[in-house]
């Protein structure tokens, strides 16, 4: 399969309106579109690569995908039958993925055209000629087909950097009416890809935010500060985070400091739901008179955190079970096992240890029990049922 690298053309700029976006902008919506056009032979894969949302132009709330597929293909077909055929039919199939990190999952689409219907003669023995053969072509499976997806998850797509798109296709065909033929067919086609995103021209807070900062301190936590000159009494601050990019919500609120110059802080203390997330925030900052303004987006991605549940096995259990704590670091556990209604049977210490054994043989009937372990060191719990059989 061939795979080709490519650059991205100049962005368009242009003013539209799109009712579903619409409710989040206090004015009129701007897209920013970013196309290319490649040109293969049917089976194919290609990179685009194209630069990412620039938060400080405004609040994107929509990323629009767009391809324009032309398909042409040409096929002959010959009878393989002593008999003739009179129903041959040729179905071409094409098949079109674009994968990236910016996605939650593939985009794909399936279109399929059938030809026919063709009578060919009793094989005559003869290859590629004879009333037995036909040749078609060429042929417009899909001519400038538009496919169109509607992004709403849009936190993957701010930044500074760029986002890459992996573009694959497969053309195909099969004939039917017998399975007894020769069937070989050729493709070309041109594919122009667009990117859109749909926004909100932001409206920045006021000279008065010198300074707006989101940074990543550890796996757990996210330190948030902005200063502030020329307060003014009765101004809130309210920091707002979003998961995809287009709801905001409240995290917390701030009231003015009331002193010609301020100084906030605050740690987002990071929820499991926010793993392998990226994580935007930004500053609702309201006057005594109810104007609101909105600070520039900054994001943060956070990685997948990795399961550090202790292991039981086997589970189920017909004697001895094993714990495993971890692969490479020691600590000191204590292990508890208890009924299902919460009874205390036995506890377990183990210091310095990766793995622990629970001796079940003889102590335990065979049952459902819950096994709680906690991690001295770090105060970890975690709760896992047993069955013993």
Same mark, same amino acid.
């Given at each position: 399969? *061939? *795979? ?47 630069? &990412? ?14 391809? *324009? ?28 993925? !674009?994968?990236?990190?910016? %996605?939650?999952?593939? %985009? ?51 930044? $500074? ?29 041109? =594919? ?10 932001? =409206?920045? %807070? ?18 948030? &500060?902005? !200063?502030?000159?020329?307060? &003014? ?8 985070? $979003? ?12 009231? $003015? ?12 203390? =990071? ?12 500053? *609702? ?11 520039? =987006? ?24 094993? %714990? ?32 622990? &054994? ?28 047993? !069955?013993i059989q």
């Open positions: 399969m *061939k *795979k080709l690298r490519l650059a991205v053309l100049l962005p368009v700029i242009l003013f539209v309106t799109y009712n579903d976006s619409e409710a989040q902008c206090s004015g009129q919506l701007n897209t920013l579109s970013y196309d290319t056009t490649v040109s293969a032979l049917g089976n194919s894969s290609f990179t685009f690569t194209f630069p &990412k949302f620039n938060p400080q132009l405004g609040t994107l709330t929509e990323v629009k995908i767009n391809t *324009k597929v032309t398909l042409v293909y040409n096929f002959s077909l010959e009878n393989g039958e002593v008999n003739p055929v009179n129903n041959y039919r040729v179905k071409v199939f094409r098949d079109d993925e !674009i994968s990236s990190t910016a %996605l939650l999952s593939p %985009l794909t689409n399936s279109y399929q055209k059938q030809y026919g219907y063709y009578s060919l003669a009793g094989s005559n023995g003869v290859p590629n000629s004879g009333p037995d053969y036909t040749q078609q072509g060429p042929l417009y499976v899909m001519n400038q087909q538009n496919i169109n997806y509607t992004l709403s998850n849009t936190a993957d797509f701010f930044g $500074s950097d760029s986002a890459q798109f992996d573009y694959t296709t497969s053309t195909y065909s099969a004939a039917q009416g017998s399975i007894n033929n020769n069937l070989e067919g050729s493709a070309q086609d041109g =594919v122009n890809f667009t990117i859109t995103y749909v926004y909100c021209p932001q =409206v920045v %807070l006021a000279a008065d935010i010198t300074s707006f900062t989101v940074n990543k301190l550890n796996n757990a936590t996210i330190g948030i &500060k902005w !200063i502030t000159q020329n307060e &003014k009494n009765n101004r809130k601050y309210e920091l707002q985070k $979003s998961a995809d990019g287009k709801s905001f919500g409240n995290v917390t609120q701030y009231s $003015s400091s009331g002193s010609q110059t301020g100084a906030y802080t605050y740690s987002y203390q =990071v929820e499991p739901a926010d793993n392998n997330k990226t994580l935007l925030f930004r500053l *609702k900052q309201t006057e005594a008179d109810g104007t609101e303004k909105y600070s520039l =987006v900054h994001g943060v991605k956070l990685a997948a955190i990795a399961n550090t549940q202790p292991k039981i096995y086997p589970n189920p259990a017909k004697g001895v079970t094993s %714990l495993v704590f971890s692969n490479a670091k020691r600590g000191n556990w204590e292990v508890n096992v208890y009924t299902v209604s919460g009874h205390l049977l036995k506890r377990y210490n183990f210091n310095n240890a990766l793995t622990g &054994k629970l001796n079940t043989t003889g102590e335990l009937e065979k049952g459902v029990y819950m096994v709680k372990s906690v991690n001295r060191g770090t105060q970890e719990q975690f709760v896992q049922q047993l !069955i």
